[in-house]
């Protein structure tokens, strides 16, 4: 391989790689739920609580 192939190679999969990974977010971001796990992360610092943040979808023997 030439330098030019290799160049051409890192420079158009590295494109293509964080151009994947800007979809992904998005499509991470934007997915049904994603507003309230926004809110909820946005709102943890204003808790006044100093208990770790348990999910919602936890019975009450795995918080003990």
């Not at 994947?20 to 309230?36: E, Q, S």
């Amino acid at each position: 391989m030439e330098y030019e192939q290799i160049a051409f190679i890192a420079k158009y999969g590295g494109t293509l790689f964080f151009f994947l990974f800007f979809i992904t977010i998005l499509l991470y971001v934007f997915a049904p739920g994603g507003r309230k796990r926004a809110r909820d992360a946005a709102n943890v610092v204003m808790t006044k609580d100093d208990r770790p943040i348990i999910d919602d979808n936890t019975t009450k023997k795995d918080q003990s």
